[in-house]
């Protein structure tokens, strides 16, 4: 079932664009994986230290794959670097589901 992953991150002030680059770079790394869909990153209009980044997958395992690879977690280390805390991640599948 696909699923969307929403990654909410609050970054140092001065901090965004260095944040961007980053996302960009991981972007770039997850087009390359088994069952990635899409992305996109929304930055706060009023408050551009809030980013959230939606990306698409085919199912949970594709995701957790991904999430729990060394590539993504160098990236991951660097990105927190750049942030006032952890982000936090919600994960939502499409579409209505039967849970028995």
Known sequence: MTIKVFIKRYVKKGKTEDTLAL??????QALKQPGYISGETLVNHYDPSHITVVSTWQTIEDWIRWQESDERAAKEDQLESLQEGPAN????????????
Do not use: A, C, H, Q
Request: glycine share 6%.
């Open 23 to 28: 996302l960009n770079e991981v972007r770039s």
């Open 89 to 100: 991640f919600e994960i939502y599948d499409l579409g209505l589901v039967s849970r028995k």
